[in-house]
């Protein structure tokens, strides 16, 4: 079984009006300024891993590939002739017209 972890206490300096608003938004009973916080710095975390992981996927480009593409094609069921851009028949339908 793992112990929780206890809560540090520290001091932070943000600009008036980013306290106002978290103390606004403790008030309207949206969580608490440490817990805003703790929320932001997890979706950060969140969002870095998702990075690392699009990263790993496509590379440092990360462009989907044309084996990526044809992957795709293939669970969706669709045939490379159905994969043309819609665009282009919009186009071709109004200068028929």
């Known amino acids: ?24 938004a403790e008030e309207a ?6 817990g805003h916080i703790q929320q932001l710095i ?9 990075e690392e992981t699009l990263r790993r996927l ?10 990526h593409e044809a992957w795709a094609r293939r669970a969706l069921g669709i045939a490379d002739d159905e994969s043309a851009d819609p665009a ?6 109004n200068a028929a017209a």
């Open 1 to 24: 079984m793992t112990t929780p972890k206890r809560a540090a206490k520290i001091a932070i300096s943000l600009p008036a009006e980013q306290l106002e608003y978290l103390k606004a």
């Open 42 to 50: 997890q979706r950060e975390r969140e969002a870095a891993d998702i």
């Open 88 to 93: 282009d028949s919009e186009t071709a339908g």
């Open 58 to 67: 496509f590379g440092d480009e990360r462009v989907p590939g044309p084996e």
């Open 29 to 34: 009973g949206r969580g608490s300024v440490s």
